[in-house]
C-alpha cells in the first residue's frame, strides 16, 4: 500500500481509535530500536520480526524495510525469523526460530498473530522476554501472547478493520517523527494536508530494495 493509499485510509478512519492506536504502537517500536539521540549506540540484535506457523508478515517487513530508508532510520529494517526455512533461500530469508533463542538485552522483537501463536512461539517469546528483549505485539487479542508483550496492538476478530490493514497503518507510522497523538476528534485540515504532502515527497525518492 502507497502513501497515497495510506493518507486516504487514514482520513476514512479519522474518528475512530485505530490511526492513533496504530501512531501509538508504531511509536512505541521506534522507541524501542532507535537510540536516543542517535548517539553511543547500543548493544543488541536489532530488530526482529515473526509471525505464526501459518502467517508470515511479509507485507510488514517489505514496509518497515521501506520506511527505514526513507526516514534514514536503518534501525527499522527488521531481520524476518522464519518458521520454515527452505533450501537454497538467501541469507537474508534463512532466518529459523533458533535466532529468537539468542535475543536478549537490546534487541526488539516484533510478533505478529492473526490467530493462536502457538505454544512453541509463546516459549520462545517467553525466553526472549526474560533475557531482556523488547517485546510488542501486534495480534488477534491472543491473552497469552499479550500478557508476555511489553506493547500490544490488538485487532478482535469482530473489530470494523482487519489485522492487514492495521499493519498498514503501523508501517507507514512507524518511521514518522510524530508528536504524542492527541485522543478524541479529528486533525485539523491543514495539518492532514502536511502529513499527506510529506506522505507525496517520500515517493518521489529513488526506492530501496525489495526483500
Given at each position: 500500500?502507497?502513501?497515497v493509499r495510506v493518507a486516504l485510509l487514514r482520513e476514512v478512519l479519522a474518528g475512530t481509535e485505530w490511526p492513533g492506536a496504530a501512531r501509538r504502537f508504531a511509536g512505541s517500536l521506534r522507541r524501542s530500536v532507535v537510540p536516543s539521540g542517535r548517539s553511543g549506540g547500543r548493544s543488541g540484535s536489532g530488530l526482529l520480526l515473526v509471525g505464526t506457523e501459518a502467517y508470515e508478515p511479509w507485507?510488514?517487513?517489505a514496509h518497515l524495510v521501506d520506511e527505514a530508508a526513507w526516514s534514514g532510520l536503518p534501525e527499522l529494517a527488521p531481520t524476518l525469523v522464519r518458521h520454515r526455512v527452505l533450501p537454497g533461500e538467501p541469507a537474508h530469508l534463512s532466518v529459523g526460530l533458533g535466532r529468537l533463542e539468542a535475543a536478549g538485552r537490546g534487541a526488539t522483537l516484533?510478533?505478529?498473530a492473526p490467530e493462536e501463536p502457538g505454544q512453541g512461539l509463546l516459549e520462545r517469546v517467553y525466553?526472549?522476554?526474560r533475557a531482556g528483549a523488547t517485546v510488542l505485539s501486534l495480534d488477534g487479542g491472543d491473552r497469552e501472547?499479550?500478557?508476555?508483550a511489553h506493547e500490544v496492538l490488538s485487532v478482535p476478530v469482530d473489530a470494523d478493520l482487519d489485522l492487514d490493514t492495521v499493519q498498514h497503518l503501523v508501517g507507514a507510522?512507524?518511521?514518522e517523527n510524530a508528536g504524542p497523538v492527541q485522543r478524541g476528534g479529528p486533525r485539523r485540515f491543514r495539518d492532514r494536508l502536511a502529513r499527506l504532502a510529506d506522505r507525496l515527497d517520500r515517493l518521489t525518492a529513488p526506492p530501496p530494495s525489495r526483500w
Open positions: 500500500m502507497d502513501a507485507h510488514l517487513g516484533l510478533v505478529v525466553g526472549a522476554r501472547l499479550g500478557g508476555l507510522a512507524a518511521g
